[in-house]
């Protein structure tokens, strides 16, 4: 059917070009030299470098100031940017982070000077947007968070070194053992490290609880120990060992950072109980539910279902605390790239998809919605219903999405968690379909009456 294009599409006052930011400046940051350049008049050059080192860029913020410059404006490349962004700000500078991709889409630029330039005449004239970056407390813990990371991520990296030495040596231990790391796959790898070669002996270290019989873990033992392989195993497992002291080392500073974190007043539900059970692999070696909820203010993200306390910490540490950065809840979403980016042209939807990301905040939020498959809860319930109409990908997006809201607005309004389950969604569900189709008679002229119940004798 054709659509109709006869429909009005909403007017959004344009206001002519004008010099919003008249004191404004441009920064085209390099390796190794930084490009500014300020309005004509203000000295004799209208465009100097700078070096980057921290003497320069203090002579480049008395430049600055002596220019009369309030605002400045800088791409974010790599991260050259954050020392000058951060000095910057210390000198009382207003300064705006501007995502590369927003300038191509007007052309002018192929120097270094053109650049900074071009950069100084968008930021004239109100063009330039800048991007979201949280307060100061929230960038140190994000620092660390993000370093912790890739401290697991190279440690993982020597668990499979280790696995590599096993199976040159033809020890089948990963066929036994669901993780070598656990308590039975350590203490065989250390005593084989050690020089017990005994596959009787080994076997005796088998761990109560470990599924596999004493027998099968002795058979899988048996191998052959040449030197080369053994001492590789060695050195895989004194990294290991290295990283996970790393990791120890680590926790106890960001720790450090969440008791200095000024968090609001609190409110909401009640503190998490203390942990008490086995702390698991990856996880932190302190409270981080504790911390989480003193860093809220009071708000429980944890009881959202699909959250635990590292997906939490990896959201909050991306995003902050403050959702007032977000004047509502669909810039948020379109902050984290989970909403439709809708092309429209001619009357006619040509794109709906949502853009590419790789915010780690929305990376975090599609894995708890994928974690949601088999859960039983209103969100699972929705997943699952979306997953039948749309497909998996669409499904784990328009879950993230909800996950989202949640967050924003727990957040915002300072409200706990209300948990609901698959059953309460689905009834819920089946009466907005019965209003839905109560409309729909209704406008053909037609009455939706329910069934009478049938009784089969």
Same mark, same amino acid.
């Given at each position: 059917?054709?659509?109709?294009?006869?429909?009005?599409?909403?007017?959004?006052?344009?206001?002519?070009?004008?010099?919003?930011?008249?004191?404004?400046?441009?920064?085209?940051?390099?390796?190794?030299?930084?490009?500014?350049?300020?309005?004509?008049?203000?000295?004799?050059?209208?465009?100097?470098?700078?070096?980057?080192?921290?003497?320069?860029?203090?002579?480049?913020?008395?430049?600055?100031?002596?220019?009369?410059?309030?605002?400045?404006?800088?791409?974010?490349?790599?991260?050259?940017?954050?020392?000058?962004?951060?000095?910057?700000?210390?000198?009382?500078?207003?300064?705006?982070?501007?995502?590369?991709?927003?300038?191509?889409?007007?052309?002018?630029?192929?120097?270094?000077?053109?650049?900074?330039?071009?950069?100084?005449?968008?930021?004239?004239?109100?063009?330039?947007?800048?991007?979201?970056?949280?307060?100061?407390?929230?960038?140190?813990?994000?620092?660390?968070?993000?370093?912790?990371?890739?401290?697991?991520?190279?440690?993982?990296?020597?668990?499979? @070194?280790?696995?590599? &030495?096993?199976? /040159?040596?033809?020890?089948?231990?990963?066929?036994? =053992?669901?993780? +070598?790391? !656990?308590?039975?796959?350590?203490?065989?790898?250390?005593?084989?490290?050690?020089?017990?070669?005994?596959?009787?002996?080994?076997?005796?270290?088998?761990?109560?609880?470990?599924?596999?019989?004493?027998?099968?873990?002795?058979?899988?033992?048996?191998?052959?120990?040449?030197?080369?392989?053994?001492?590789?195993?060695?050195?895989?497992?004194?990294?290991?060992?290295?990283?996970?002291?790393?990791?120890?080392?680590?926790?106890?500073?960001?720790?450090?950072?969440?008791?200095?974190?000024?968090?609001?007043?609190?409110?909401?539900?009640?503190?998490?109980?203390?942990?008490?059970?086995?702390?698991?692999?990856?996880?932190? @070696?302190?409270?981080? &539910?504790?911390? /989480?909820?003193?860093?809220?203010?009071?708000?429980? =993200?944890?009881? +959202?279902? !699909?959250?635990?306390?590292?997906?939490?910490?990896?959201?909050?540490?991306?995003?902050?605390?403050?959702?007032?950065?977000?004047?509502?809840?669909?810039?948020?979403?379109?902050?984290?790239?989970?909403?439709?980016?809708?092309?429209?042209?001619?009357?006619?939807?040509?794109?709906?998809?949502?853009?590419?990301?790789?915010?780690?905040?929305?990376?975090?939020?599609?894995?708890?919605?994928?974690?949601?498959?088999?859960?039983?809860?209103?969100?699972?319930?929705?997943?699952?219903?979306?997953?039948?109409?749309?497909?998996?990908?669409?499904?784990?997006?328009?879950?993230?999405?909800?996950?989202?809201?949640?967050?924003?607005?727990?957040?915002?309004?300072?409200?706990?968690?209300?948990?609901?389950?698959?059953?309460?969604?689905?009834?819920?569900?089946?009466?907005?379909?019965?209003?839905?189709?109560?409309?729909?008679?209704?406008?053909?002229?037609?009455?939706?009456?329910?069934?009478?119940?049938?009784?089969?004798?």
């Amino acid at each position: 059917m054709k659509k109709d294009k006869s429909k009005t599409q909403k007017v959004v006052e344009v206001d002519a070009l004008g010099q919003i930011n008249e004191n404004a400046a441009g920064i085209d940051v390099g390796a190794e030299e930084f490009y500014v350049g300020v309005p004509k008049g203000r000295d004799v050059e209208s465009v100097r470098s700078f070096p980057t080192f921290t003497a320069d860029i203090r002579r480049l913020a008395d430049w600055l100031t002596q220019c009369g410059i309030e605002t400045v404006a800088m791409e974010s490349t790599g991260v050259y940017w954050i020392p000058l962004y951060e000095m910057l700000e210390e000198r009382g500078f207003r300064v705006y982070l501007v995502n590369a991709r927003h300038l191509k889409n007007v052309s002018g630029r192929k120097t270094d000077v053109l650049d900074c330039q071009w950069l100084q005449q968008l930021h004239t004239y109100g063009l330039l947007k800048a991007s979201f970056r949280p307060s100061e407390q929230i960038c140190a813990i994000r620092s660390l968070v993000r370093h912790r990371e890739m401290l697991v991520r190279y440690r993982s990296a020597h668990i499979q @070194h280790m696995q590599k &030495a096993l199976q /040159l040596m033809n020890l089948r231990l990963t066929s036994v =053992l669901s993780d +070598i790391t !656990g308590v039975t796959g350590m203490k065989i790898i250390r005593a084989i490290i050690a020089g017990e070669r005994d596959a009787q002996v080994l076997a005796s270290y088998r761990n109560g609880r470990c599924a596999q019989s004493e027998e099968d873990i002795k058979k899988s033992l048996e191998g052959n120990y040449k030197r080369e392989h053994v001492f590789a195993l060695k050195q895989a497992l004194e990294l290991y060992d290295f990283y996970d002291q790393q990791l120890q080392s680590c926790d106890q500073e960001l720790e450090a950072l969440y008791d200095e974190f000024d968090p609001p007043d609190q409110s909401g539900t009640e503190p998490p109980a203390p942990r008490t059970t086995k702390r698991r692999k990856n996880q932190p @070696h302190f409270d981080l &539910a504790q911390s /989480l909820f003193r860093m809220t203010g009071g708000i429980d =993200l944890t009881q +959202i279902d !699909g959250l635990d306390t590292l997906s939490v910490q990896d959201i909050l540490s991306e995003t902050g605390t403050d959702m007032s950065k977000w004047p509502t809840v669909k810039h948020f979403s379109s902050w984290l790239c989970l909403a439709p980016n809708n092309l429209v042209t001619g009357g006619k939807v040509k794109r709906t998809s949502t853009p590419h990301t790789q915010n780690r905040a929305s990376n975090t939020l599609r894995i708890a919605a994928q974690s949601l498959a088999r859960s039983d809860c209103a969100l699972g319930a929705y997943y699952r219903r979306m997953r039948a109409i749309h497909g998996a990908p669409k499904a784990i997006t328009a879950t993230a999405h909800k996950l989202a809201q949640i967050i924003y607005f727990m957040l915002k309004r300072r409200v706990p968690y209300q948990a609901l389950d698959a059953a309460y969604y689905d009834h819920q569900h089946r009466e907005r379909t019965i209003r839905s189709l109560q409309r729909k008679a209704a406008s053909l002229g037609l009455r939706l009456e329910t069934a009478a119940p049938i009784f089969v004798s």
